[in-house]
T-cell receptor
Framework: ELKVEQNPLFLSMQEGKNYTIYCNYS?????LYWYRQDPGKSLESLFV?????AVKQEGRLMASLDTKARLSTLHITAAVHDLSATYFC?????????????????FGKGTHLIIQP | DTGVSQDPRHKITKRGQNVTFRCDPI?????LYWYRQTLGQGPEFLTY????????KSRLLSDRFSAERPKGSFSTLEIQRTEQGDSAMYLC???????????FGQGTRLTVV
């Protein structure tokens, strides 16, 4: 059974600081997704990482994937209050010939991020 | 609005009643997913359609749950004989093809009293 673990689960930080959220998973996969969820809202896609060594950046957020270590990171640079949200990583463990998406995604528990002015 | 649409947004029902939720995916998205999310947890996969075919069901989907996607367009998720443990947010998502992000709807929040 695929397990996805995020840490930390809760993070309070000040504006202007840098921090990294970690996502470890238990089985072979080269497809990992990061989502953001605001309170009472649905999930917003942030990044799609599809190969070992993939790195993507959008604004103050940068995500990377190391499939050998089964680890993805979401790095926040010079945090601002608007980035306060819950961040989820999700792993697709289906094989490349399964049609993708079968079994759906396995999500971590999320990292609840609060950025204080 | 061309996003994933779910209806209703909120549903309160008495234990033992049946409920049905609807999801309208993004037009032309061939893949449709149902997830369940409880407070403080990540979404849990329930089931998945490719066009009208239901290809995968999680063990979380007991016999009381059934999902359909007639004609490969909208989908419904029905829960029969609801239990308090069914209280959760039910999320629908759709995607086009493989290895792309799924777009999530706003969800239906179910409360069983």
């Amino acid at each position: 059974e695929l397990k996805v673990e995020q840490n930390p689960l809760f993070l309070s930080m000040q504006e202007g600081k840098n921090y990294t959220i970690y996502c470890n998973y238990s089985t072979t996969s080269d497809r990992l997704y990061w989502y953001r969820q605001d309170p009472g809202k649905s999930l917003e896609s942030l990044f799609v990482l599809l190969s070992n060594g993939a790195v993507k950046q959008e604004g103050r957020l940068m995500a990377s994937l190391d499939t050998k270590a089964r680890l993805s990171t979401l790095h926040i640079t010079a945090a601002v209050h608007d980035l306060s949200a819950t961040y989820f990583c999700a792993v697709d463990s289906s094989g490349p010939y399964s049609g993708g998406g079968a079994d759906g995604l396995t999500f971590g528990k999320g990292t609840h991020l609060i950025i204080q002015p | 609005d061309t996003g994933v649409s779910q209806d209703p947004r909120h549903k309160i029902t008495k234990r033992g009643q049946n409920v049905t939720f609807r999801c309208d995916p993004i037009s032309e998205h061939n893949r449709l997913y149902w997830y369940r999310q409880t407070l403080g947890q990540g979404p849990e996969f329930l089931t998945y359609f490719q066009n009208e075919a239901q290809l995968e069901k999680s063990r979380l989907l007991s016999d009381r749950f059934s999902a359909e996607r007639p004609k490969g367009s909208f989908s419904t998720l029905e829960i029969q004989r609801t239990e308090q443990g069914d209280s959760a947010m039910y999320l629908c998502a759709s995607s086009l093809g493989t290895d792309v992000e799924a777009f999530f709807g706003q969800g239906t929040r179910l409360t069983v009293v």
